[in-house]
């Protein structure tokens, strides 16, 4: 076993050169290279993309995992919102501890529709999730808001052949 005691400060490969003996007196002279580095995380989310509706005048939460797929650590995470649009919040804090590898999160978002916005009209923007020592993950979305009214459709259907011809079929 190698293990290194601090990263490498260069991009080069390092060479050890060694002799292999075996208890019979046979030998082998070898070499391995190695590059010691530091592990990073890697964020997956279990979405790629957003696209939902919200009903006007209601609030709707929005869940969001994200897992450390990587080998090392992540360090501090950050949630990235559109400053223009208010309507959006999350009930998560914005800044987030470092996921150890394989380890993962709930993001919850909190969608409040505006008086103003209109209905059936997509607001559409992009997310992100960055992380210290990892990749960011960008998330669109595409989310309308659409009305909770229910009503009630009644239609009469008329066969004008039936009532009209002169054997009443």
């Not at 991009?11 to 391995?32: C, G, L, P, Q, R």
């Not at 006007?56 to 919102?81: A, C, F, H, P």
């Not at 009209?121 to 808001?145: D, H, K, Q």
Request: proline share 4%; hydrophobic share 35%; glycine share 6%.
């Amino acid at each position: 076993t190698i293990e290194g005691l601090a990263p490498n400060s260069d991009e080069e490969w390092h060479y050890v050169k060694f002799k292999v003996t075996s208890n019979e007196k046979a030998s082998f002279d070898m070499s391995i290279r190695y590059y010691n580095y530091t592990a990073n995380g890697s964020l997956k989310a279990n979405t790629s993309n957003i696209k939902t509706t919200m009903i006007k005048g209601e609030s709707r939460d929005y869940q969001i995992t994200v897992k450390n797929v990587g080998m090392g650590e992540t360090g501090k995470m950050t949630l990235d919102l559109p400053s223009n649009q208010t309507w959006l919040t999350s009930v998560t804090p914005l800044t987030m501890a470092s996921l150890a590898s394989g380890e993962e999160t709930t993001i919850i978002l909190r969608m409040t529709p505006t008086d103003d916005m209109q209905l059936n009209v997509p607001m559409t923007g992009t997310l992100a999730i960055n992380a210290a020592n990892a990749n960011s993950i960008s998330i669109p979305y595409r989310i309308e808001t659409v009305s909770g009214n229910t009503g009630k459709l009644c239609i009469e259907v008329w066969d004008e052949f039936t009532s009209y011809d002169e054997s009443k079929p």
